[in-house]
């Protein structure tokens, strides 16, 4: 079942005797800061068939928008609430020429789709649209162990249906999911992000026929997953932009440089306190494609998802990756020119003490 947001008749707004199509110019929205908007939110159950010789697949994904809204329902995710948020809220119309941009996650292990919820309504305030969806059988209360080969086919489809059905959605204008964000926290990071966006199967024999990597490592992949891994088809060339958050390469699939194959631009974004050597590994061992590395002072693994981390302000965290990770999508995906956001990611301006960016 899929629930459609309230659709409006127009995206102009009327000021007096002025008409313009457009509310606000989001080139001049400060993006270090909350934008104009309040959050709204919407789940969608969505069911699909992963490959022909596997079973229906049932995820819900949640949705975030802009809306002029100031009150209204708390909103509820797979799990909790979210009192910044307003449930069923009437949309915004658009701000950007293109339509909504959008912006779509991935969940860390045993984790669910609104962990990183700070950043979601950092994008929808300002005028994107979000989705994250629930990676089914590997939630916090939904979890098949040991994961079985197949989830590894399912993650990287269950962002590409997630756009499908962004695409199928009624807000009060286009939704544009022919290029998008994406980003992805711990196991999202270090596999959906880059298999989503591109990275080669380097290492699929082996897991393939040896187990290895596998939790179990009596494992096998099927005809169909061997394929779908070898193929080509979990890659999304709808992702134009990834930011992987806590997560480095996941060579067990990708192999060496499997990572060379992405068709995006990285921003790669870790913590001190989080494995600061294999990151610092990771980011001296990639070449040959478009990466920038943000290490946050003092940040821990869940800095980047609930902000429970006891070396670094959760706040503090929250602003600094608001700020780089929509200066960093609003440069590479909406053309955004701004001399600051030029600074920002080239790491000539360093906003906080704690956050340092490389650029490769």
């Known amino acids: ?102 912006h779509v996650h991935s969940h860390g292990y045993r984790g669910w789709g609104a962990t990183s919820a700070f950043l979601m309504r950092h994008f929808a305030s300002h005028g994107w649209v979000v989705a994250a969806p629930n990676h089914t059988n590997n939630l916090l209360g939904d979890h098949q162990d040991p994961l079985p080969v197949s989830h590894f086919v399912h993650r990287a489809m269950d962002i590409q249906q997630s756009l499908d059905v962004l695409s199928t959605v009624e807000l009060a204008g286009a939704i544009n999911t022919s290029e998008v964000v994406m980003s992805g926290h711990s196991f999202g990071a270090s596999y959906t992000t880059w298999a989503s966006s591109g990275a080669s199967y380097d ?16 494992m096998r992949c099927s005809e169909s997953e061997y394929a779908a891994f070898s193929s080509g088809e979990l890659r999304d060339q709808r992702v134009k932009v990834a930011v992987p958050l806590a997560g480095t390469v996941r060579e067990t699939f990708f192999g060496e440089e499997g990572y060379k194959e992405v068709h995006a631009p990285i921003l790669f974004v870790s913590g001190t306190e989080d494995g600061e050597s294999g990151n610092q590994s990771h980011y001296d061992a990639i070449e040959d494609i478009d990466f920038r590395w943000l290490s946050v002072l003092g940040g821990c693994h869940q800095s980047f998802a609930t902000g429970a981390c006891d070396s670094l302000d959760m706040e503090l965290g929250f602003d600094i990756q608001n700020a780089y990770i929509l200066g960093f999508a609003r440069q590479r995906l909406l053309g955004d020119n701004s001399s600051e956001v030029e600074q920002l990611l080239s790491g000539e301006l360093q906003l906080w003490e704690e956050a340092t960016l490389l650029e490769k």
């Not at 797979?78 to 069923?88: F, I, T």
């Not at 082996?206 to 990597?213: L, Q």
């Open 1 to 102: 079942m899929i629930w459609i947001l309230l659709a409006c008749s127009t995206s102009e707004k009327e000021t007096g005797n002025q008409s313009s199509v457009f509310a606000y110019d989001w080139q001049t929205l400060d993006y270090k800061e909350t934008g104009p908007y309040q959050v709204g939110h919407r789940q969608v159950e969505h069911t699909y068939t992963p490959l022909a010789d596997q079973p229906e697949r049932t995820i819900v994904i949640e949705i975030w928008y802009p809306t002029e809204d100031t009150s209204g329902a708390t909103a509820e995710y797979l799990y909790g609430v979210d009192e910044a948020v307003y449930k069923s809220a009437e949309p915004a119309p658009p701000i950007y020429e293109q339509g909504y941009p959008v």
């Open 203 to 218: 290492n699929i024999e082996a897991v393939c026929t040896e187990g290895e990597g596998l939790a179990d490592p009596e």
